[in-house]
């Protein structure tokens, strides 16, 4: 298995003559993303060109399925998300003038709402996926949620009881973005998705914006969708 080298320069070249030497009828389109590939292991961000072949899974299948052999990596340094410049720049628009609170095991609102960031720079930001949430952190309450209108989850645990718990304890009218997939799926359990259809509806506008903003791993059939509370 070849060794990943977050931040380092050495990382492209050792990844990039991995895959060359393996399939060498694709050396040219592997040559055209090298870069990016450092960029997205190095800061977690996913350029436009990586966007691009993301977004086309069917025309980019050889490519995606390298690609793919990324992904718990990416997921154990960053987010279960692909966290690509588009998303961050259609998020910060969502959440202008909100009050945010980020629920579940992973941790980028700090990443996409942050000054500091340079989506354009190839430096590193200042992020680390954080594993022991905020709310996981402390006691459970209600008070959290109190002064909070938009929420963010990602991947649920699969067949935990936390997303439902989040779910009770926000307010009508509040919003909720959720990364990852539906029922039947990996995340959350059978009572979480029954209390989004009866307590929820999905805002169709903001929605069409996040998802065309959103790409997925291959082969992962992850959805992102924004949620309005319409009970009490």
């Known amino acids: 298995m070849i060794q990943i080298y977050h931040n380092d320069s050495e990382f492209s070249k050792h990844l990039i003559n991995h895959w060359i030497k393996r399939y060498p009828h694709l050396q040219k389109n592997i040559t055209k993303i090298s870069s990016s590939i450092e960029k997205l292991m190095g800061t977690g961000l996913a350029d436009d060109i990586l966007?691009?072949?993301?977004?086309?899974?069917?025309?980019?299948?050889?490519?995606?399925?390298?690609?793919?052999?990324?992904?718990?990596?990416?997921?154990?340094?960053?987010?279960p998300v692909i966290i690509s410049e588009k998303l961050i720049n259609s998020l910060k628009e969502l959440l202008e003038n909100q009050s945010v609170l980020e629920l579940g095991n992973y941790s980028f609102i700090s990443y996409i709402l942050s000054s500091d960031i340079d989506i354009n720079s190839t430096q590193s930001?200042?992020?680390?996926?954080?594993?022991?949430?905020?709310?996981?952190?402390?006691?459970?309450?209600?008070?959290?949620?109190?002064?909070?209108?938009?929420?963010?989850?990602?991947?649920?645990?699969?067949?935990s009881l936390e997303a439902c718990e989040y779910l009770k304890y926000m307010k009508k009218n509040d919003f909720l973005i959720y990364f990852g997939e539906l029922e039947d799926g990996?995340?959350?359990?059978?009572?979480?998705?029954?209390?989004?259809?009866?307590?929820?509806?999905v805002d169709e506008n903001k929605t069409k914006k996040i998802q065309s903003c959103y790409i997925r791993w291959g082969g992962v059939n992850d959805k992102a969708i924004v949620y309005k509370k319409i009970t009490k």
């Open 51 to 79: 966007f691009d072949l993301f977004k086309d899974h069917e025309k980019n299948r050889e490519i995606i399925f390298l690609l793919n052999s990324l992904r718990e990596e990416y997921i154990d340094c960053f987010s």
């Open 125 to 159: 930001p200042k992020f680390k996926n954080n594993r022991d949430s905020f709310i996981q952190k402390q006691k459970f309450s209600s008070s959290l949620f109190k002064n909070t209108n938009a929420y963010i989850l990602s991947w649920p645990e699969y067949d």
């Open 186 to 201: 990996g995340c959350a359990n059978e009572q979480f998705f029954k209390k989004l259809v009866e307590n929820f509806i």
